[in-house]
Structure formats: structure tokens, C-alpha cells
């Protein structure tokens, strides 16, 4: 609690100017962390989405501001893959009470004392009808879900660019990521020892599972990237390698 305090007094002391600002604006105006805990609301956000007051909607995360089947896949930590680029995306927000509305939503990231935070902005949306609702909603699922590919993605690749263990091969799992980004950490790993002729106790080793589970693994992988029947996974390996598929 007493971390929550101080952070709130940061955003408060130190980003003074911004927020009198943000007080006459006509919009939603949101500073949160990139874990979604909200730090500052302006009024008018304050009013648009139903709560009582600034202490009021502290209490809740931005995940509590969507759709209840939309914040199931809200990310844990907001990257730069969910900003919006600052630009103004259609969105449906919920008020506290449930009601759910159209909106456009701007995020960008700020820089405050050298720690980062969120902006959010929301302005109203006209929707015509329920059904343009639903279909919005299902479009910001789509949306979200592409994020979190890509976010994983990225990760991985900053995650295999800091490695320095002999079965990474940094080539190969880049340009795995961009055939089929859904690939895992353990996936990317199986396939660079694959590629580099590694037998099946070394790769159980070095995967920390049974020597027997490392057919169970191969065949998984040759179904997540589409591997012919009767085509060998390793040359397979070596065509995404060469840029041939």
C-alpha cells in the first residue's frame, strides 16, 4: 500500500501541468501503469464512465473500463505491441454500473521521473445499433489477441538475441517467428537443435524433459509450422532458414 502512495504522489507532484491540463479537456483522460492499475482520471473521464470519484476509480484496473468478455484477454502488462500509435481506434468502454458504449481510444506511452506510465484517452462513439456493438467488440477481441502475438513474438526475439546457449540459433528462430509467430520458447529451441543435428538425449537434456517425450515434441512442432507428410523436418527447417517457403 504504501508503494501505491508514493506512486500516486509521483504522478500527482511531477506531472502537475499535464494534469491541469488534462482537467479541461473533453475527454476521458487516463494515466495508468503499463499493469493497468489506474493512477489519475480527469472529471470528465470521471463522469463518462460512471464513478463517483477520483478515489473511487482508483480502486479499479482499466481491464474493469471494457467489456467483461473482453477483459478476460486483457494483457497483464500493456507492451508497445497495445498502443495504439497515437492514434484514435473505435472501442467499447463499460460504465461502472455495466452499460457498455462506443468509444474511441488513444494510448501512447509518457515518461515520468524515468518511470514509464500510460496514456489513455477516450472520446464518445455514436453506435447506431446493438448489432454494430457486438461486432465491435468482437473486431477489439481480434484486435487484442493480434497484439499478444505479436508482443510474444518480440519478446522472444529480444529473449533469443540475449542468449548466448550453442543450440539458439538467432537466424533460424527470427525467421521461424515471422512463418508461424505462435511458436514457443521450448519450440524455438527444439527446432535450433533439430536444425544443428542435435540427438534426441541431447535435446531431452537440454529441454529437461524424457528422452521419449522428444517425439512427442518433434511431431507437435511438425504440425505447428505445417510440415508435409513425408517431407524431413530438418530440411524443412533449412527452406524457412532460406527464405524457399
Not at 510474444?152 to 550453442?166: A, D, H, T, Y
Not at 535450433?192 to 507437435?220: C, G, P, W
Request: with cysteine.
Amino acid at each position: 500500500m504504501q508503494v501505491q502512495v508514493k506512486l500516486n504522489m509521483k504522478v500527482y507532484y511531477c506531472f502537475g501541468d499535464y494534469i491541469n491540463i488534462a482537467k479541461a479537456l473533453r475527454e476521458a483522460v487516463f494515466v495508468i501503469t503499463p499493469w493497468g492499475e489506474i493512477l489519475y482520471c480527469n472529471s470528465y473521464g470521471i463522469h463518462m464512465f460512471g464513478y463517483d470519484s477520483l478515489e473511487h476509480i482508483r480502486n479499479f484496473r482499466v481491464k474493469d473500463l471494457v467489456p467483461d468478455e473482453f477483459a478476460v484477454y486483457f494483457p497483464n502488462e500493456i507492451s508497445d505491441e497495445h498502443l495504439t500509435n497515437n492514434e484514435y481506434l473505435d472501442r467499447v468502454n463499460k460504465k461502472f454500473e455495466g452499460t457498455e458504449f462506443g468509444s474511441y481510444v488513444k494510448t501512447i506511452k509518457i515518461v515520468i521521473d524515468n518511470t514509464i506510465y500510460i496514456e489513455t484517452r477516450v472520446r464518445y462513439r455514436d453506435v447506431v445499433d446493438e448489432s454494430n456493438l457486438s461486432r465491435d467488440k468482437l473486431e477489439q477481441q481480434v484486435q487484442l489477441l493480434s497484439c499478444e502475438l505479436n508482443a510474444e513474438r518480440n519478446r522472444l526475439i529480444r529473449f533469443v538475441g540475449n542468449k548466448e546457449m550453442k543450440y539458439w540459433d538467432h537466424i533460424l528462430v527470427r525467421k521461424l517467428l515471422n512463418y508461424e509467430p505462435t511458436l514457443s520458447e521450448s519450440e524455438c529451441k527444439l527446432a535450433s537443435m533439430i536444425y544443428h543435428n542435435f540427438n534426441s538425449h541431447e535435446i531431452a537434456q537440454n529441454l529437461n524433459i524424457a528422452t521419449d517425450s522428444v517425439y512427442t515434441a518433434r511431431k507437435r512442432l511438425r504440425k505447428k509450422i505445417s510440415v508435409p507428410q513425408g517431407d524431413d523436418l530438418k530440411s524443412f527447417l533449412w527452406k524457412i532458414s532460406q527464405n524457399r517457403l
